[in-house]
Structure formats: C-alpha cells, structure tokens
C-alpha cells in the first residue's frame, strides 16, 4: 500500500515537468491551474471528512481569508507575497481554531452547520466592507514572481502550484502513516477507543480542522494572485458545497481522489456552463441541477467515489519491516509483586432513582487475576465503565496504585498505565492488524503531526511497530502482521485487542467478556496467554461469563448481583457458595 | 430611534420571526424523526410563494410540471425496487401506482384550475397542496434507500437535494421574482404600531399551526408513532411502525409549511427562485439554537433571529446577514460548554 502510494507521488513528480514543456494548449494549463488549486483545498476535505469524519462546507471561506488577506495587503502596505502568504495562513488557522473550539466537542453534525453559518456571514462580510470593495471586490492584485522572473501565470505558475500540492499530498500520506495518522483514523468510529487508548480526540479533531483550512488558505493565497483580483462570489457558501462535492465524487477517503475529484469537476463543469445555458435557451447556473442530482447518486451507488473504482484494483503489499533493530520503548516501573494496584472503595453509580452499582468494594494486588462475575444486569458492565473513567460515579473512591482517579476521564486514566479491551470488538477494520496494534503505544511516543508530515519521526515509528509487533507475537498473533483487521475471525480479532492494549505498557489490564463468541480451542489459548501475563507479573481484571474459563485462570472473585457486591473469595470457595448458586440457578426458599 | 420606530420593528422582526418559526419547526420534526437535516425547506417556500404568483397570472405553474416529473421518477424507483424485491408484477405496479395517484390528482386539478381566475384563497390552497404533494416525493427520491446512512452523509445528499431543487426552480420559474398580493388589506393604527392585517395573518397561522402539532403529537396515533420513530427507529420499527410511512408523513408535513412559509412571506418580499435558502437557513439557525431537539425552543430561538434581523437592518442593513448567521457561534458555544463533554458519535 505504502509503496504504492510512494508511486502515485514519483509519478506526479515525474508529470509536472514533462506538461510544463509539451505543447499544451494554454486552455489546458488554465484548467490545470485551476485543478491544482481546488485539489489543495479538497485534499484538506480529504484530511478532514474522508479520514476525520468531520464534514466542512466553509472551505470556501477559508480560501477566502487566505486571497483577501493577500489582495489586501499587497495592495495597500505593498508587502511582498511571500509574506502575506504566512499572514493570510495566521488569520486561517485563528478563526478556524475558534470555529473548532466552539463546535468540536458536541455531536458530529454541529460542525458542518457552525460552518454553513460560518461561510455564510463571511460571505455577506467580503460583500460589504468598503476596505475589501464590497461585492466588485479587490482588482489590480500583482502577480508572483521571483526577483524579476513572473512566475503568476501559464506554464511557471503550473510548476508552483502543482510542486506545492505534490508536496501538501506527500506531507498528508506521511501524516496518515504515522501516530497521529493512527489516531486522526481512529476518530471516524467514535471517541470511547480512542480515548481508552489515551488520545484527545477533541485536540485532533481541532487540529485536522485547522490544517485543512490551512491547505484551502494556501489555496486561496495562489487564486488571488493568478486571477489577479478577488471578489466574493468564488467564497461563497456554493463554493465551499462545490469542494465537498468535488471531494465526494472523487473519493473522500483518499488522497489521489481529491485530484480525480477536483479535475472532475472543474471540467464538467466548465462544459455544462456552455452546454446547458444552449440547451435551455437562456442563461442561467443551471449546472447546479446536474451536480445536486449527481451529488445524491454518487452518495447512494458509489459512496467510496470515483477513486475507489481504480484504488480496489490496485495490489496491497504488505509493509516493509525495518524496525527489527529499533530500541526498545522505555518502560514505566511496575508495581512489586503483591503489591495493592487497584481498590475500589464503596463505588456507586446511580442513573436517577436505578442504582446499578451500590457502594462496591474490592482490591486487586500485583500478579493477581481477578474475576467479577454475576449474572446479566448485575451491574459488571457498569462497575468496568467506573474504573475505566467512562463513567463519573456518584460517590465511592477507585484508588490506582495509591493515587485517587476517580473523576479523571478515560484518557486520563489510560495514560496512568491502565489498560482496557471491550466487550464488543472496536479497531478500525481497514487498518492491518499491525497498526490497530500499534494504536496502543499511542501514550508512549511523543512526535505530533508536524513531525509526521516532515518525515521526522521515522526512528520513533521503527519504535512503535516494533513494540506492536512484539506484543502480537506475545500472544501468538505473530502471523496476522500485515492482515487486515477487519479481515479477522471474532476470535483474532479479541486477542488483537489484548496486544493493544499490552502496548500501552500497563500495569493493570482490564478485559471485557474476552471469550465471548470465542471457539474452545481459541479460549484454551486466551486461558495460557492471560497465565504467561500474570507469569510476568501483570495484574489483570477480567468480566467473563464463561464459568470454565473463570474457575481455571482467576485467583480471586468477585460476585456481584443486582448492583451489590454478593461475595468474594477463591474459585474453590465461591464455586461452593450457596448465595452465588442461588444467583445464578435460583433456589427454593 | 424612538418609541415608534422600535415598535415597528419590533412587529416586522416578530411577524418575519413567525415564519422562520415554523420553518424552524419542521426542520426539528424532520431531523428528530429521520435525522435528516433538510437544508432544502426553504426551497419549498420559495416554490410555496412563486407557484401562487404563476397561478396568479392565469398559467400553469411550473412547478406542477416538475411534480409530474418527480413523481414518475418516483414511480419507476418503486417499481423497480418492488419488482427486485418480490418479482410480482401486479405488486410492482400496484406500488409505482400508489405513488403516482395523489400527484396526478393534484397536478390534474392546478392543471384546470390554472386559467380559470379563482379568487385567493382557492388559488393560495391550491399552490400549498401542489407543493406539499412534493415532501413525500422527496423523500422517496432521495432519502428512503439511504435510511440507515449516518447524519452526515445525509446532510451532505440534503446539499444535493438544495442544489437541484434550486436549479430546477430556475427553469420552472425563470429568474424573474414575484411579490404576492397580501391577503388582508387591513391597516390598523394602535397608537404609534401600526399592524397590518397580512402579519395578523403571519402570527394566527403560526400559532394555529403550533397547536395543530401539539395536538397531533400529544393526541393522535400517528403523530404518537411518530415521537416513537424519533425516539428509537429500531423499536419503533418492531412495534410494527413503518419507518419509511414516517420519512414520507414527515417530509410531507415538512412540505406543507414550507409551502404554507411561503404565502406567508410571499406579500412582504419579493422571491425569485433562489430566494428560499436564505429564508430557510433563518429558520434554521432558530432550529440549530434549540438543539434541534426542542419546539418551544425553537419557536423562541425564531422570534429571536427575527427581532435581530429586524433591528440589525436598521443599524447596519448591509450587514443584517452577518449579524444574524454570526450569532450562531456564541449559541454553539454556550451549548457546547453546557454539554461539556464530547458526545459519541451516532
């Protein structure tokens, strides 16, 4: 995969010279002037709604503030444009901050409507400040160059815009390949995981929402001086619709869609704004109908987009392994043997007048398994969410190596060194096994996106995988490397959960119903592996229904039912107790 | 400004807010029971107000040529999809049948009705039935395959849907715009406030309509079913309510106030085709204030945006826009710091 999207950069590499000296008509090089600058934008769209899952219709108003930040300055205080460019990219990323910080922590559709609005009144803004000309908007605008050499039009300006978008799609493919990539991917199937794995998905949401606006300034900073004059109209709310449309049409989750997509679009649509006009007798953007109607099929027969129609033919190879000499993660100091990790001191959970946990208490000591078991709707589920920090408890203490987390959220908790698995699979099917895997070191490395796009972060990736790959082979997955995840059997599929959740390095694992829907053969493994953890010294909790599995591995036991601690003691001991036989068989009173 | 002045527009933002409410509170209805968020209503309004004024001018309105259009699409969607499903060709036609009844009726009545001269008020009761046939159509087009997709997705197929429907409406309608006759001459003075009688009419079908939905809601079977749709599709869904049934009764119930909305402001502006969207984000902003989730919320949100537009016009009326669409984002803000957390995504 990675090779391949390496060719897809040497072959545009390759492209950009050779059509800047074949005889192409200018026609040709206006229109692929225009594709290299809309593809910028809908790359960012790309970053942001393919991978991201977040939607922006107010691309356009971006690239709005990038060109009348420019057309402004380089009319009126004579700054060079090499300069504007950095101040437009400033103003950008401020008001797209603040657009995210507003919207981002609420439901997913917020955004998009923040920046219809948003597009909106920016729009209406451009149209009436006398500063930036009203609707006529900013004429006269010089075009770039360097030193004497103009470089704003034709064939030059070709090379830049097409170099800067090669560069902004590498930057992306290195970004999306990495651990902030990891976790930017992990936000499209919703928080709970990605926050277990200790990444703040709000900071990446704001983050990819600003470098996707940054990507449509930069835009913008290129339009305003090749057409040499900026008026609203090209930022306006249809603009912004027409990027993500452009990027839907083409494929939105990939990078070569955006250009597919782009030039998609700018072609249509410069032919049906001749075509249809004819057709109808009078003139009118009545291509508009055209792409509504096209927008709505696409969504419904081609939801992947055009690219997906060539990208599923095109070979997968596995990922090169180079990191077999990289150093070893440090490692966070472990609890003594026997040492108390974990106690839960009266932890209550009350959802109005329901009380699904009532005042629980127990302990978990280094090298310990622990079970809590009980019967359906004893309150198992809830007392994990306590200790795990999806929940807020009303009252009680959850004590973690000595230190109180109760009231830390999840992410928090995680990046103490605890680690979670859930009771119905979550990874991102299609990443391979590997990089789900490696999701879990995500506390444990450091280099942000920046570092990504530059390609600095290579030593520390070698890292990464190398650890992810150690921890698969600890539970025997060492096979599934390079398969995809969504590929697995449920089985596989809960064991590679485990290996994500030892990369965190933990202290305390805590596993939710991992045999579930797991073979006999499969639990007989899950059983050694979770013996070879605590052989190791690992603390483990485990809720499990499967009454064999429990009596065979755990140490201690914890039963609850209807919300109360019933009993806890020794497999040997609670096996004989009348009260959990009665809990779960029922008994004559 | 005085006293006078500031009733005046008081009275403008309110009678002007009375629409965006409505238009407000279908976008709440249609987004809690299909989750749709329906950026098209205000297209309705603008076809709700244009088709009155073509039927005006003694001529078939257009939009009763895209009805027909629409609703043969419809039909040949239904019929393909049924024959797939069941491969029963009575079935099959029975269905593309039934979804073309209601639209030939209607189109067949505006079609004699056209030249005929009727008053007002036949004309106006006319145009609203031809736009409300629209709603199920709609849905049916472009909604109903993709009922399992996520918000999103469907936000983006409703930009789809705006976009065409704008587009269409330019070819039906041309980019001439119409003002309507008012309904009500009246001129009342009461002190400085002069009310007119066509924002007495605004704000007694405002709240006749606010009471027919509560009683619905509150009273009715299938208004009951509905909640139960917004609530949990897929219980809902086992309790043997059709969740598509409610796509289509909410799309149409979406349809007619838009069409309703656009008689409504048909006499105080003039539309042209495009006209709609602005109208309809207004009514959405109102609607995105309470969350999408609350009428009354929504209702007070409007009057609201409708008080500002109004006052905003007169202090900067180059800029009313901005303040009103700007205003979104210290309402997003408040919500989102209320909230306090992230929520999962659906």
Redesign the interface.
Known sequence: MKNLQNMGLLVLALAIPLIAVLPLPDFWITQLNYIGMYSMTVLGLVLLTGVGGLTSFGQAAFVGIGAYTTAWLTLNTGMSPWLTLFVGMGLTAGSALLVGLITLRMSGHYLPLATIAWGLSLYYLMGNLDALGKYDGLLGIRSLSIGDFDIGQGRPFFVLTWVLLLAFAAALLHLLDSRAGRAIRSLKGGSQMAEAMGISTFRYKVTIFVLAALFASVAGWLLAHFQRTVNPSAFGLKMGIEYLFMAVVGGVGHVWGAIVGAGLIRVLEDQLQVLLPRLMGTSGSYEVIVFGIALVMVLKYLPDGLWSLVGRHLPRRPRAVDWQHAAALPERDKPDAGALVLDVRKARMQFGGLVAVNDISFQIHAGQIVGLIGPNGAGKSTTFNLITGVLPATSGEVVYRGATISGLNSRNIARKGMARTFQHVKMIPDMTVLENVALGTHTRGTKGVLSAMLRANRTEERQLFREAQRQLERIGMGEYLHEQAGNLAMGPQRLMEIARALCADPALLLLDEPAAGLRHQEKQALAGVLRQLKLEGMSILLVEHDMDLVMQICDHLVVMEFGTLLTQGPPAQIQQDPKVRAAYLGTDH | MDFSIASILLLDGLTNGAVYALLGLATVLVFTVTRV?FIPQGEFVAYGALTLAIFQTGRVPGTVWLLLLLAGVAALMELSGRWQHHRNALLALKAAGRMLFVPLVVSGIAIWAAPQQFPLAVQAALSVAVVTVYGPLVYRV?YQ??ES?????L???S??????????G??FF??EGFRNPAFWDLRLNIGPVMLSGQAIITALATIALIVLLWLYFERSLRGKALRATAVNRTGARLMGISSQASGQLTFTMAAFIGALSGLLIGPTTTVFYDSGFLIG?KG??AA?AAG?ASYPGALVAALFVGVIEAFGSFWAS??K??????L??PV??V??LR????????
């Open positions: 968020i472009a395959s993709l997709a996520t918000p999103l997705v936000l983006i197929v930009v789809g849907v705006h976009f065409a429907m704008t587009g269409l330019l070819v041309g980019a984000l959405f902003v995105v999408l180059a800029f826009e901005v303040i009103v669409f700007t979104i984002l997003l803000l919500r989102s909230s306090g957390h992230s929520d999962e995504d659906h």
